[in-house]
């Protein structure tokens, strides 16, 4: 029997089962750091600790999507190591917030299987649960994933595909934010002068700047949440296939989007939810990442005066600059720039 770890494949798993993940991560003021340098986010909650404390919380929390490619890291080996695409997000919901010295934890369920028509692939549903080290929930998701079969005679297992919601209510927003003091949120530090009452449905937001990826730089980020995904690292091997080169781990894309968003919604402090999103083109080094955002939903948190909901629809592109927003082609087909269409909802101070 080998030693080593060849991950599973599709037909490794079974509906219901659950998986420990290794290995705990403690995350320290290091990883805040290094994680600031590859995406320059500037949100001032998560940026100074006395901008913070001023407003309600004990301290700096960690940025919400570090924690979650935290979280997902973890899942790599076991759900996605043989994986030839992440396919989407569903049902994300960030439940307590995160400090620089919480040890961070995963477990998953496979809520869903479906081999695909091709025999040679299938597509794993999973839900996966973050953890602190004293059992706070800190995060709970799903997605999908297409994962390769060892055997292609292998056989099928009975297709069982979840039904994930849409989005989720604003009554389940806000967990993982304390009751805020907005008269102490000072707008000339935060960055923006708009609050939660200033954004209407409908509106879309030009984020105008533009990141491009590094090679290293992407590769750097995926090593530190520990995502072991071979699609990113090994040359030898994708240099033979289909692209010819790694493919950008998708959170990467995802955070470059987040950060660029401050320029436009400044305010936006917290990612309270990941009510859904795909992958809708790869990405690769050399590619410079825009962003756009449109509100798709404006609601108060029930029970709250201090903080409201944005339901924002973000769309990454490669390459374009999105003043004219690409979405579709004419044809109704997503735009090929576009690289990413995540559904979030996000917190703003009143």
């Avoid at 973000?314 to 390459?319: E, G, I, N, R, Y």
Wanted: net charge negative.
């Amino acid at each position: 029997m080998s030693k080593t770890n060849s991950g599973n494949f599709f037909e490794d798993f079974r509906i219901g089962q659950v998986i420990r993940h290794a290995t705990p991560r403690t995350v320290n003021a290091g990883d805040v750091a290094l994680y600031q340098a590859l995406y320059g986010s500037r949100f001032a909650l998560q940026s100074s600790a006395a901008f913070a404390r001023a407003v309600g919380y004990p301290d700096a929390p960690l940025d919400d999507l570090l924690v979650f490619h935290v979280v997902f890291g973890k899942t790599v080996p076991d759900i996605s190591l043989n994986a030839i695409a992440n396919l989407g997000y569903a049902g994300g919901r960030f439940l307590a917030p995160v400090y620089p010295g919480d040890t961070l934890s995963t477990v998953s369920e496979v809520i869903g299987l479906k081999e695909n028509s091709n025999r040679k692939t299938g597509v794993v549903y999973v839900r996966s649960t973050g953890y602190k080290s004293d059992g706070t929930e800190v995060l709970d998701y799903a997605r999908w994933v297409m994962v390769r079969k060892r055997d292609e005679d292998a056989p099928a297992p009975e297709p069982v595909v979840p039904k994930l919601p849409d989005h989720l209510p604003a009554e389940a927003l806000g967990n993982a934010v304390p009751l805020l003091d907005p008269s102490k949120w000072d707008d000339d530090l935060s960055g923006s002068p708009h609050r939660w009452g200033d954004y209407h449905v409908g509106e879309r937001i030009d984020h105008v700047d533009g990141t491009t990826i590094e090679e290293a730089e992407h590769q750097m980020a995926t090593r530190l949440f520990q995502n072991t995904a071979k699609v990113h690292f090994n040359q030898y091997t994708e240099g033979k296939g289909r692209f010819g080169r790694r493919l950008v781990y998708g959170g990467h894309i995802i955070s470059i989007a987040r950060s660029l968003t401050f320029n436009g919604l400044g305010n936006a402090f917290h990612v309270a939810a990941i009510n859904g999103g795909r992958h809708a083109n790869p990405s690769f080094a050399g590619d410079t990442i825009h962003a756009w955002s449109e509100v798709l939903d404006k609601q108060p948190i029930p029970g709250r005066s201090d903080v409201g909901a944005l339901r924002i629809r973000l769309v990454a592109t490669k390459d374009r600059p999105c003043a004219d927003f690409p979405d579709r082609t004419e044809t109704g087909e997503t735009d090929p720039a576009v690289a990413l269409d995540l559904d979030l909802w996000v917190l703003l101070p009143r």
